[in-house]
């Protein structure tokens, strides 16, 4: 298993960035496709954002594209997602998550492709 752990959550006005960090151990970080899942309140856990092993490619929702980036540094075995120009509607706990030996075709969008998670982090967007 792998475990998790992320931070950057916070409290930021419409318009604003925060950066998310999320920090694995327990597996070799170059083995594992990452990814970047959102929850709010009373709605299904959806997909943000995910990075292959090697970071050379990316994937994102459709309404992040152009605001998030997602990136990582396999020497510190952590995953990023910056986001830029929040908007309310961004409000959710963020969690990060793991796939054990990287992604199968387009499985990076579904939760279930995942073998670990974090705890989470909230963020919160205000109007």
């Known amino acids: 298993q792998v475990r998790l752990v992320e931070s950057g959550g916070g409290l930021v006005q419409t318009g604003g960035s925060l950066r998310l960090s999320c920090v694995a151990s327990?597996?070799?970080?170059?083995?594992?496709?990452m990814g970047w899942f959102r929850q709010s309140p009373g709605k299904e856990r959806k997909f943000v954002a995910a990075?292959?092993?090697?970071?050379?490619?990316?994937y994102y929702e459709d309404s992040v594209k152009g605001r998030f980036t997602i990136s990582r540094d396999n020497a510190k075995n952590t995953v990023y997602l910056q986001m830029n120009t929040l908007r309310p509607e961004d409000t959710a706990v963020y969690y990060c998550a793991a796939a054990i030996g990287g992604f199968s075709n387009g499985s990076y969008y579904y939760s279930d492709e995942y073998d670990s998670w974090g705890q989470g982090t909230q963020v919160t967007v205000s109007s």
């Open positions: 327990g597996r070799t970080f170059s083995g594992l496709g």
């Open positions: 990075i292959s092993e090697g970071g050379g490619w990316t």
